[in-house]
């Protein structure tokens, strides 16, 4: 009987796990996708500021140029400008997707490690357990239960996101 709960709670966290590391590939892939945005408008912004610079450069060069022709690069500068300018706003939006992407992945992180940890633990109790129906020793089941106990503190913890985390035990197991 003890061996059924145990494997029952421990498929039910590893359906939670998997949903939860689903949803990290998806939080990764929008930080990563941002990011590339992000570099995108940064290119653009350097373009727009070298055209406008290299259009500067221009009328400096050429000081008998006609008004109407200084006129119109002197346009294309303050283009060249406009869409710098608006290039630097779209990036701290995009930045702030990115963070909030990566801070949502580090977040779903502690839910995947609990999961992990309660299902390490139970595959334990319940190889304990085995160990006890063969052996028949009463300390080997009470370290099952233990660590079935364990197992379903931090599978717990997962389904209600709690933040109980145990670092050593997420290192050694990561």
Same mark, same amino acid.
């Given at each position: ?5 145990? /494997? ?89 997707? /990115? ?18 940890? /309660? ?56």
């Amino acid at each position: 009987m003890f061996v059924a709960v145990v /494997a029952t709670v421990m498929a039910l966290c590893n359906v939670k796990d998997g949903n939860v590391v689903q949803a990290m590939q998806q939080a990764q892939a929008r930080a990563v996708d941002q990011w590339a945005f992000y570099q995108s408008k940064s290119t653009k912004q350097h373009i727009a500021e070298n055209a406008a610079e290299m259009l500067k450069a221009q009328l400096e060069m050429t000081p008998g140029l006609k008004p109407e022709a200084r006129a119109r690069v002197e346009a294309r500068i303050a283009t060249q400008d406009t869409a710098a300018k608006r290039y630097e706003q779209e990036k701290e939006q995009i930045k702030a997707e /990115a963070e909030k992407a990566g801070r949502e992945y580090d977040a779903m992180n502690i839910h995947d490690d609990q999961f992990d940890l /309660a299902e390490a633990c139970l595959s334990v109790a319940v190889a304990l357990a085995g160990v006890t129906a063969l052996t028949r020793k009463r300390w080997l089941f009470g370290m099952a239960c233990g660590l079935a106990g364990v197992g379903v503190l931090f599978g717990l913890a997962g389904f209600l996101q709690w933040h109980l985390h145990w670092d050593l035990m997420a290192r050694f197991l990561g």
